[in-house]
């Protein structure tokens, strides 16, 4: 089952942040919070991942609460394309061989022009 | 990042034929391959997990007669769709994990399965 709640849809306007909420309040301390998204019709794809620090990279910013309980994803500017059903998944590392990508609902984003 | 290819990424079979999909990691050697399944407007599902030169391992619920995996080296993992049924229509998604540290799973572009 999955471990996380997450709105059903949400929307944005382009160029503005889209700011994505996650929560998974049962959390383990050995358990990553990483993002997905899938754009229709296609295989998901990596976003970024955050065991409880801040993170960014080049697609997209993840802010996860000092208790962990809670993630947000944004994405800077957002743009058409971005358009997506993402996905927050609580896992262990993607070194641990037990490792399992388990994907909830997901929101999907709609990014309005 | 690392490119996991499906193939094909559609095909319509009759019922009571069997079809293969294929699953292959271009530029890197996946020890480890996941296969999902998602009906329209759903979540992926994982149907089985299958590790390199051993047999693949089925989440509960997934029948292992009829979706055969084989992972027989290190660059390719097949699922075949034995007897199928307008029921196993479907979006078929492979995932693919290397053996090194630090290496994130990919996914496939999908496979659209639709049984006629």
């Known amino acids: 089952d999955a471990k996380t709640t997450q709105p059903t849809s949400m929307d944005c306007a382009e160029g503005r942040a889209a700011n994505l909420p996650c929560n998974h309040s049962?959390?383990?301390?050995?358990?990553?919070v990483y993002w997905y998204r899938q754009i229709h019709s296609q295989g998901p794809q990596y976003i970024i991942h955050?065991?409880?620090n801040n993170e960014t990279n080049e697609m997209a910013s993840l802010i996860i609460t000092e208790d962990r309980k809670s993630s947000t994803l944004i994405l800077p500017h957002a743009t058409l394309r971005d358009t997506a059903v993402y996905y927050c998944?609580?896992?262990?590392?993607?070194?641990?061989?037990?490792?399992?990508?388990?994907f909830g609902k997901g929101t999907r984003l709609h990014i309005l022009p | 990042g690392a490119v996991v290819s499906q193939h094909p990424s559609r095909v319509i079979c009759k019922s009571g034929t069997s079809v293969k999909i294929e699953c292959r990691s271009l530029?890197?050697?996946?020890?480890?391959m996941f296969w999902y399944r998602q009906f329209p407007k759903q979540s992926l599902m994982l149907m089985a997990t299958?590790?390199?030169?051993?047999?693949?391992?089925?989440e509960q619920g997934v029948e292992k007669d009829k979706f055969l995996i084989n992972h027989a080296s290190l660059t390719l993992s097949t699922l075949t769709v034995t007897s199928a049924h307008p029921e196993d229509s479907s979006f078929y998604i492979c995932?693919?994990?290397?053996?090194?540290?630090?290496?994130?799973?990919?996914f496939g572009q999908g496979t659209r399965l639709t049984v006629v």
């Open positions: 995932s693919a994990r290397g053996g090194q540290v630090n290496t994130e799973a990919f």
């Open positions: 049962t959390i383990s301390g050995n358990e990553y």
């Open positions: 955050g065991l409880k």
């Open positions: 998944i609580v896992r262990l590392s993607h070194m641990n061989r037990d490792d399992k990508i388990i």
């Open positions: 530029d890197f050697q996946a020890t480890t």
């Open positions: 299958s590790n390199e030169g051993s047999k693949a391992t089925y």
